[in-house]
T-cell receptor, first 113, second 110 residues
Framework: GNSVTQMEGPVTLSEEAFLTINCTYT??????LFWYVQYPGEGLQLLLKATKADDKGSNKGFEATYRKETTSFHLEKGSVQVSDSAVYFCALTVSGSARQLTFGSGTQLTVLP | SQTIHQWPATLVQPVGSPLSLECTVE??????LYWYRQAAGRGLQLLFYSVGIGQISSEVPQNLSASRPQDRQFILSSKKLLLSDSGFYLCAWLSGNTIYFGEGSWLTVV
């Protein structure tokens, strides 16, 4: 089956620190990979995605590279801001009629001023 | 452009009462639609998905049900709510290979 293993949280950083949230996956077939972000009290927003090996997804200063050889999709940001405080979810889908998302457990990030 | 709406945004319901959460998608036709639940402090759980009108697949046995009476409408229901049904419910739809989420509905069963 499909699964996503995500770095345990919570993660607390100071503003302007470097962020890495690890994500590894197992999948039957060839997955597309996603990072979603959930700000307090809100729904999930797509942050970035990558659909094939070596693709780099990027948005709002966040980046993640699809590494097929290590089955990883780690999220990085060079300088976090207080406004980045949220829960981050790694997820995957594989092709098929339903395209269901398999989620990681989520990582709570708190950025302190 | 495509948008997704779900309502109500929040509701407080007594145990044993019925539930109806509604989701509509605009700007697309015959989308795959999904209902997820996020219990407090937990990740996301897929409850139902639908690939077309009247076609519902259930992922988790429970006292909830889903219906798709129209192409772009997806409804989550319960005849009698349990305390354990409390949580954050998210409707979602598939565009290409990407799933997009609605704003979510907070349900508190008291």
């Amino acid at each position: 089956g499909n699964s996503v293993t995500q770095m345990e949280g919570p993660v607390t950083l100071s503003e302007e620190a470097f962020l890495t949230i690890n994500c590894t996956y197992t999948a039957t077939g060839y997955p597309s990979l996603f990072w979603y972000v959930q700000y307090p009290g809100e729904g999930l927003q797509l942050l970035l995605k990558a659909t094939k090996a070596d693709d780099k997804g990027s948005n709002k200063g966040f980046e993640a590279t699809y590494r097929k050889e290590t089955t990883s999709f780690h999220l990085e940001k060079g300088s976090v801001q207080v406004s980045d405080s949220a829960v981050y979810f790694c997820a995957l889908t594989v092709s098929g009629s339903a395209r269901q998302l398999t989620f990681g457990s989520g990582t709570q990030l708190t950025v302190l001023p | 452009s495509q948008t997704i709406h779900q309502w109500p945004a929040t509701l407080v319901q007594p145990v044993g009462s019925p539930l109806s959460l509604e989701c509509t998608v605009e700007g697309t036709s015959n989308p795959n639609l999904y209902w997820y639940r996020q219990a407090a402090g937990r990740g996301l759980q897929l409850l139902f998905y639908s690939v077309g009108i009247g076609q519902i697949s259930s992922e988790v046995p429970q006292n909830l049900s889903a219906s798709r009476p129209q192409d772009r409408q997806f409804i989550l229901s319960s005849k009698k709510l349990l305390l354990s049904d409390s949580g954050f419910y998210l409707c979602a739809w598939l565009s290409g290979n990407t799933i997009y989420f609605g704003e979510g509905s907070w349900l508190t069963v008291v």
